[in-house]
Structures are given as C-alpha cells and as structure tokens.
C-alpha cells in the first residue's frame, strides 16, 4: 500500500519538469510552465520566508473548524525552499512579531496546509535586537 502524495506521512511531496528543471508543489505530473512530464520529488522542506501576512478573522466555514478556545490570529506565508519552489504554509511561531522576512524556517506536511517553524528561536538574531 502506498501512502497517499498528501498525507503528512509523506513529508512534502513535489515534482521536477524533466524539460526545463522547474519545480512544482503540490505534486503534479504536468509542468505549468513548459508542459513537459514531471517527476516525482520529495522535497526537503528547508528554506527561508519570502513573505508573509497575518489572518485576524475566522475563515468560512464549512471547512474551518473553530478550535476549542476559539480562534485565535495566526500567521501565513510563502516559504522558499531550497528546492527552488515556494510553499505556502502556517508559521507556527510564538510570537507574530517575531516574523520576519528571511527567516529560516522547516515546513512538514500537515493536515490540510502545511506547517513551518522557526529553525532558530523566534526572536533570536532578529533584525530589531541591538547588539552589545
């Protein structure tokens, strides 16, 4: 049995055009831009923030699921990996203002969307630290 391309287990699954080297996620057999074949290509899931923004409302729902506690504002964004594809994923920080572009970051599979965090403690070496 195979583990589906979208499940967690799976890690995060890309392609790669075998015409001109671009890489896709999610997964797709088909290039969007060339049309050539694309490969399967497990991607590693280390990369850097390339932007980012804030959700301060409830998304709709169905599909949301309003957790218990209820919803509380949390950050989205684009991370480059260094596959050369952007991935957008939950950053799951501790602090919003702790967010920065640049940041490196390790996005996994989740359910639904995928997750990235922080490779360092959030706050740590940010741009807005004075230095001794």
Known sequence: ?????RSPAAGL???RCSGCSVALYP???TCPRCGGAAQPLALHGEGTLWTWTVQRYAPKSPPYQEP????RPFALGYV????????????????????????????????GVPRARPNAPTGANS???EGP
Do not use: K, S
């Open 27 to 29: 997964a797709d057999v």
């Open 1 to 5: 049995m195979t583990t589906p391309p």
């Open 127 to 129: 741009p807005r630290e």
């Open 68 to 71: 218990p506690g209820g919803f």
């Open 80 to 111: 480059e990996l260094v596959d050369g594809v952007r991935v957008a994923a939950v950053l799951d920080v501790d602090d919003l203002d702790d967010v920065r572009i640049g940041m490196p970051l390790t996005v996994t599979a989740g359910d």
């Open 13 to 15: 699954q890309g392609a």
